[in-house]
């Protein structure tokens, strides 16, 4: 299997609006080590084109960039993937309530 990486299969969605069953699950298993990492790892940021795509505010985290395509793709019942790494990453202090409050009001 071939190895992609975020922003690779991120702009091949922005540019077709569809997944690949492999590029899913990389984006399944990217979410997944997230979660096995644990608190204090320091999420890289998205670049603003990505993030913007998936409404999300500039300076959001791949992290979040991957869960809201996630989201996106294929729904899941509350909460969604996106809130609950906002809500890991407040918890962790990587970012503060009131931007964990404006992204959802700019995304959700």
Known sequence: MR????AEVVAG???DRSLSRRKKAFLEMVYSQYWEAGAGCAPDTAGWYYASELD?????FSIQVVAALLDLVEPQ???????????????D?????????GLYAHAL
């Open 93 to 101: 202090g990587q970012i503060s309530r009131e931007a964990a409050e």
């Open 77 to 91: 019942p509350a909460p969604s993937r996106l809130v609950q790494v906002t809500e890991d990453l407040v918890e």
């Open 13 to 15: 969605w922005i540019a």
């Open 3 to 6: 190895s992609h990486d975020v």
């Open 56 to 60: 999300l505010p500039p300076g959001s």
